[in-house]
Nanobody
Framework: QVQLVESGGGLVQAGDSLRLSCAAS????????MAWYRQISGNQRELVAL???????NYADSVKGRFAISRDNAKNAMYLQMNSLKPEDTGIYYC?????????????????WGQGTQVTVSS
């Protein structure tokens, strides 16, 4: 069982920056795809940014140019640098990990979520 623990959330003003961290209790994170999701005002969780095991990244249109996802496999950690924060970025941010093993009928997916960290951006 993999545990993911987020940290770095808080209350900031519009235009400020925050850096979220996700620590994974796993011996080797390098095979996992990782992502940050957020849940705003009770809505469904939405993908904010992802980084594959190979280092490719993708971002939601709403955060492109402002947020940057990164990972440090040696530290079993993932990060989200959030700049130029806006009030609409307010929400609970979750760390997500996906490990896929096997192919075809032997394919198995292992999905893990952190408990979330609150980010509040005041106007």
């Amino acid at each position: 069982q993999v545990q993911l623990v987020e940290s770095g959330g808080g209350l900031v003003q519009a235009g400020d920056s925050l850096r979220l961290s996700c620590a994974a209790s796993i011996s080797d994170l390098s095979f996992n795809d990782m992502a940050w999701y957020r849940q705003i005002s009770g809505n469904q969780r939405e993908l904010v940014a992802l980084i594959t095991s190979g280092g490719s990244t993708n971002y939601a249109d709403s955060v492109k140019g402002r947020f940057a996802i990164s990972r440090d496999n040696a530290k079993n950690a993932m990060y989200l640098q959030m700049n130029s924060l806006k009030p609409e970025d307010t929400g609970i941010y979750y760390c997500y990990s996906l490990l896929v093993v096997g192919n075809g009928p032997y394919r198995r997916e292992y999905k893990y979520w952190g408990q979330g960290t609150q980010v509040t951006v005041s106007s």
